[in-house]
């Protein structure tokens, strides 16, 4: 128990390595093999593209992904520099760098730390709510979306030539020229296409040994062998160098430079990152904090800009790949972030054969296995709505850029929530043969009213923007039941909440009723709700007897059977239980 105790208290990382399992141990193992196979050129190809060294990506990855092992809640997330964050992060520190490249990373450095400073406050505030404001429609959407951007953007080289990213939709056309232009590189291409092969064909034949790291090492092994390096287009070599503080020469005014560019940064990568997070845990069957996560990238980014780094996120390209290679902790990560620095120091050269065509298929198979065709038809088959949502996250995020895109969901999904809320489903009920209870009479149409009652229900809390649509409802379905109503029956334990605004219609509907001689009875209302009506003056107007525990119970009291749940007895809110 004391065990128990102190693991709420320790580091998520911590805490599995004192819960590791030896089953674990190879799987992990393997996947930090595979997964280190992009972090590599990964990190300096984004490096690249924020304006910084091509180092400055590996020390962007090897720092974080440490970091994210000892304080990430989630056992799969893979970090480091990200395509989304690249662009923000160059149009941020270069105007600023004069083309001063040790300035440049020093900036790079300082942004890190300014964007893990705000999500590690943001996590200790707790602000990690804001993910279940994502829904599993936009989860589905958003991946989806993201793995045809990860394919598109990895189309190119896997053809053997680059153009110039613009939009997806203008790389699909430039993609569509390159290839009507003839300049696609068949030995790049057949290396491409062969490397996807044997991916895909291992995964499918589910082989002990992944795929993804047969596809590489035989690639490599095959470029050197024949001596295909100089025709063919190749990772690199890698750089030399550690890790190391490099934040000299800043002042205050770069802070303030800085401030507005790190905040944006900060919600993009949490946004990707708990989106992915979610999504992950999820498929595995377990659960992670929003708010944990936001610290623990906050820390990671931290350690990064301490060290030489830039601002990084959870990668949607190499998560994927380590799960495919089978992942079970991060440990994986430590493993890749080991095996680069092992790399660094002892053989800086081996991916100087790595066709850069073999690597972009290694992320476009773990891009597909994000595409989920089952999971969308079942939102169609389920949910129109649900499915719309998941479409807009979907188009969103391929037209507007993730963040953009999640947010544009995201409002509409609260517009969907408040017009559920707004115009719910709303039922009259009736006695139904050989079912015990009340039933909808649309759903039962042989159903029978009782004499002289009129039993409604309204699927949802009574507030300002559905009072009018309450009271209009139980209107019309009393002129509906013609001549001889004395008594409307609420059936109210859907509705959840009161507001103000509600509670006046509410008044004024009691009014109508007793004008034409009809008694409101309110049954299975919630306590919170009638210590609300309480606190609004309305004892008099609801006394004990016009509440009631059951339907059946106000049904039996108004027409004096015992054929209820509590065989008539009435339900004071005032008495003890």
Do not use: C
């Amino acid at each position: 128990m004391a065990a128990k105790g102190m693991g709420r208290w320790l580091p998520p990382g911590v805490d599995t390595a004192l819960h590791y399992r030896r089953a674990w141990l190879w799987p992990d193992l393997r996947a930090g093999v595979v997964v280190t196979a992009l972090l590599i050129p990964a990190g300096m190809g984004y490096a690249e593209v924020a304006g910084l060294p091509p180092e400055t990506g590996l020390y962007a990855t090897i720092v974080p992904l440490l970091a994210y092992a000892v304080f990430g809640p989630s056992r799969i997330l893979v970090l480091g520099p990200d395509s989304a964050l690249a662009p923000i992060i160059a149009a941020a520190i270069l105007p600023l760098a004069l083309g001063d490249d040790e300035r440049a990373v020093a900036l790079a450095g300082l942004l890190a730390i300014m964007v893990g400073g705000i999500l590690l406050l943001g996590g200790i505030l707790r602000l990690g709510f804001v993910t279940d404001l994502i829904s599993k429609p936009i989860r589905v959407g958003y991946l989806n979306a993201v793995a045809v951007l990860v394919i598109i953007s990895q189309v190119p080289k896997l053809l053997g030539f680059s153009i110039d990213s613009a939009s997806p939709f203008g790389d699909v056309v430039s993609i569509v020229d390159g290839v009507a232009s003839g300049d696609v590189q068949p030995i790049a291409f057949a290396f491409g296409l062969g490397s996807l092969a044997v991916i895909l064909v291992l995964t499918w034949l589910r082989s002990p040994v992944p795929g993804v790291l047969v596809a590489v090492v035989g690639a490599t092994a095959l470029t050197a062998i024949l001596g295909l390096s100089g025709v063919l287009p190749v990772v690199g070599a890698l750089p030399q160098g550690l890790p190391a503080p490099a934040l000299g020469g800043l002042e205050w005014a770069d802070v303030a430079a800085l401030a507005l560019p790190a905040a944006g940064i900060a919600l993009v990568a949490f946004t990707d990152t708990a989106v992915l997070s979610r999504t992950f845990a999820a498929r595995r069957g377990e659960t992670v904090s929003g708010s944990g996560e936001m610290a623990a990238i906050g820390v990671a980014n931290i350690a990064g800009g301490l060290l030489g780094g830039f601002p990084i996120s959870a990668s949607s390209s190499r998560t994927p790949v380590a799960e495919q290679a089978g992942s079970k902790s991060q440990l994986t990560g430590v493993v890749g972030a080991v095996l680069i620095v092992a790399f660094m120091l002892l053989v800086p050269g081996l991916t100087e054969f790595l066709p850069a065509a073999t690597l972009a298929a290694v992320v476009v198979a773990a891009a597909a296995r994000l595409i989920d065709v089952r999971g969308v038809a079942r939102l169609v088959r389920m949910d129109k709505v649900d499915a719309l949502l998941s479409a807009s996250a979907f188009l969103g995020v391929l037209v507007f850029g993730v963040l953009e895109g999640i947010a544009v969901t995201i409002a509409l999904s609260l517009l969907a929530f408040v017009n559920h809320s707004w115009r719910p489903y709303r039922a009259e009920l009736g006695r139904v043969t050989g079912l015990r209870g009340y039933h909808d009479l649309s759903r039962y149409p042989e159903g029978e009213r009782i004499p002289g009652v009129v039993i409604l229900r309204f699927d949802a809390p009574l507030f300002f923007a559905n009072g009018g649509i309450f009271e209009d409802f139980v209107r019309s379905r009393v002129r509906a039941a013609g001549p001889g109503i004395h008594t409307v029956i609420l059936a109210a334990e859907p509705i959840t909440d009161i507001d103000t605004t509600a509670i006046e219609e509410l008044v004024e509907l009691d009014d109508f009723l007793r004008s034409h001689d009809i008694t409101l009875v309110l049954a299975e209302m919630k306590d919170p709700v009638v210590d609300v009506l309480r606190a609004y003056g309305l004892s008099d107007r609801f006394p004990p007897e016009r509440f009631a525990p059951t339907v059946g119970a106000a049904v039996d009291d108004v027409t004096g059977t015992l054929r209820g749940d509590l065989g008539g007895t009435k339900w004071d809110p005032d008495a003890e239980e």
